[in-house]
Nanobody, 127 residues
Framework: QVQLMESGGGLVQAGGSLRLSCAAS????????MAWFRQAPGEEREFVAA????????YYADSVKGRCTISRENAKNAVYLEMNSLKPEDTAVYYC????????????????????WGQGTQVTVSS
């Protein structure tokens, strides 16, 4: 059974930074595609960033490109999302997600292709 647990969310002023963490069990992050999605109130859950098992390669939504960095630490079986220059529109619940490493590259951006999810961590950016 795959379990993902996020941490690191909180309240931050616009322009500030946060580092989200995702601790995984039941699946090796270095052999999986790991991603971050976010969901604002009344909105659909949207892709933020992903890191593949091999390579690894990283992918970012245009809205966070240049401000966010996804990384992983194999020894801790964990994935991180470093967020800088935060904006009020970044306010959302952030979810860690995982899927097997195989599959089409376009699946990386599709939330329906992930079969393990964490409970989410709230990020609130005040103006």
């Amino acid at each position: 059974q795959v379990q993902l647990m996020e941490s690191g969310g909180g309240l931050v002023q616009a322009g500030g930074s946060l580092r989200l963490s995702c601790a995984a069990s039941g699946r090796t992050v270095s052999a999986s595609t790991m991603a971050w999605f976010r969901q604002a109130p009344g909105e659909e859950r949207e892709f933020v960033a992903a890191i593949t098992g091999t390579g690894p390669r990283t992918y970012y939504a245009d809205s966070v490109k240049g401000r966010c960095t996804i990384s992983r630490e194999n020894a801790k079986n964990a994935v991180y999302l470093e967020m800088n220059s935060l904006k009020p529109e970044d306010t959302a619940v952030y979810y860690c997600a995982s899927r097997p490493a195989w599959g089409l590259s376009e699946w990386i951006l599709q939330r329906t292709k992930y079969n393990a999810w964490g409970q989410g961590t709230q990020v609130t950016v005040s103006s």
